[in-house]
């Protein structure tokens, strides 16, 4: 198994621009979430699913938007990049009732 | 709201020493507590959890202990190696849908040789 997959790795956007951040698993896990990481912070949560067309907000959701159209892929969205969303971007995953999440490499991202 | 918080930013172990990090939470409700460890440029890592009915767990060369009196968990590593250098994380989970975790700010450990 890959595990949980994230690309790119490295974005460097400008202020405006929108992009997608692709998470993918292989492991059959229904849920599955997005958070980011300010540096020397924690991680704080975007966005969550917990099944395929099933989605919903997290701590700071402002900014972005998700979708999961299927169990394996649940990608991120940036509409209208902003210098405040330059962070790195964890992607992860786990089985219900689970409390080990199975995060990706991360995405750093910076809007400048 | 909620929050999980810890003490110290940076805990210097000498290596083989045991190493204790700890972490404050304040959601009473929480029915489980997490250990998570990131080493430079990676995802978190699952290391141990503890329901919150327990007051200690041990793991491989990790325990875990919980006083629910004063909000406090700690994660004890013993003869702490090289390989235990990274940034380490608490985190709670709450009765709520979603599996959904709240990390507390990290505690960054170097072990010097």
């Known amino acids: 198994n890959a595990g949980v997959t994230q690309t790119p790795k490295f974005r460097i956007l400008k202020i405006g621009q929108s992009m997608t951040l692709q998470c993918t698993q292989d492991?059959?896990?229904?849920?599955m979430y997005w958070y980011r990481q300010d540096p020397g912070m924690g991680l704080k949560l975007i966005y969550y699913?917990?099944?395929?067309?099933?989605?919903d907000k997290g701590e700071v959701p402002n900014g972005y938007n998700v979708s999961r159209s299927t169990t394996e892929d649940f990608p991120l969205r940036l509409e209208l990049a902003a210098p405040s969303q330059t962070s790195v971007y964890f992607c992860a995953s786990t089985l219900l009732g689970e409390n080990e999440q199975y995060f990706g490499p991360g995405t750093r991202l910076t809007v400048t | 709201g909620e929050s999980v918080g810890l003490h110290l930013p940076t805990l210097s172990v000498q290596e083989g020493d045991n190493s204790i990090i700890n972490c404050a939470y304040s959601n009473s409700a929480s029915d489980y507590f997490i250990w998570y460890k990131q080493e430079s440029g990676k995802g978190p890592q699952f290391i141990i959890d503890?329901?919150?009915?327990?007051d200690k767990r041990q793991g491989q060369r990790v325990t875990v202990l919980l006083n629910k009196t004063v909000k406090h968990l700690s994660l004890q590593i013993a003869a702490t190696q090289p390989g235990d250098s990274a940034v380490y994380f608490c985190?709670?989970?709450?009765?709520?849908?979603?599996?959904?975790?709240?990390f507390g700010g990290g505690t960054r450990v170097l072990v010097k040789p």
């Open positions: 492991m059959n896990h229904n849920y």
């Open positions: 699913s917990v099944g395929a067309g099933i989605t």
């Open positions: 985190a709670e989970r709450a009765r709520t849908a979603g599996n959904k975790l709240t």
């Open positions: 503890i329901r919150s009915n327990m």
